[in-house]
Structures are given as C-alpha cells and as structure tokens.
C-alpha cells in the first residue's frame, strides 16, 4: 500500500522556521521524483520545490528561492522541506508528492505563520 505521511507542521510567527517531513512506502522511493506544493484557502494548488530522485537536480518556485530548502534521505524513504524567514503568505496546506510512471500525493500538512 501506497503511504505518503507529511509531519512537521504547525503554527508559526513571521521570520521563524519549521521542518516538513514526507515519510514514504509502498513503492521504490529512490527510483521518484519528489516536490512539495502547497495550496491556500482559495487558491490553486502550487509547486514549492521539486527534486530529482538522485538530488542532483532541484527545482524552486520563485517565491521561496533563498528561504526553503528541500533535500531528500533516500535511505529512510523521507523527503524534508526546511522553511525559513517564513512570511504570513507561506500559510497553506503543504502536500508533498511522488513522480514517476504514476505519482502519489501526501494527506497534506497544515502550515500557519501569524503572530
């Protein structure tokens, strides 16, 4: 069975941090692509950062190029998404996904940055 299990969400005040995790199974973790997305109220469903299943390659939507970083843990099946200098406009529910012959979407993470 097919599991994408996102963690490390919560609330936040503006300029602080928060580490996402995407814990996979169920499918050969090395041979994905993996990438976050977010969504907020109202609004479409939109890429945040995307990395090859190798690493070698990474991928940042311009909004959060200097302040998010993704990397993954092939070995513990995990990807993370570090944000920093968080802003009020980062509030979302953060999906991360799998991509290759077929993908997989996470249940998604709830992230609010207010003060």
């Known amino acids: 069975q097919v599991q994408l299990v996102e963690s490390g969400g919560g609330l936040v005040q503006p300029g602080g941090s928060l580490r996402l995790s995407c814990k996979a199974s169920?499918?050969?973790?090395?041979?994905?692509?993996m990438s976050w997305h977010r969504q907020a109220p109202g609004k479409e469903r939109e890429l945040v950062a995307a990395i090859t299943s190798t690493g070698l390659i990474i991928n940042y939507a311009d909004s959060v190029k200097g302040r998010f970083t993704i990397s993954r843990d092939n070995a513990k099946n995990t990807v993370y998404l570090q944000m920093s200098s968080l802003k009020p406009e980062d509030t979302a529910v953060y999906y991360c996904k799998a991509d290759s012959i077929s993908y997989y979407w996470g249940q998604g993470t709830q992230v609010t940055v207010s003060s």
């Open positions: 169920g499918f050969t973790f090395s041979s994905y692509a």
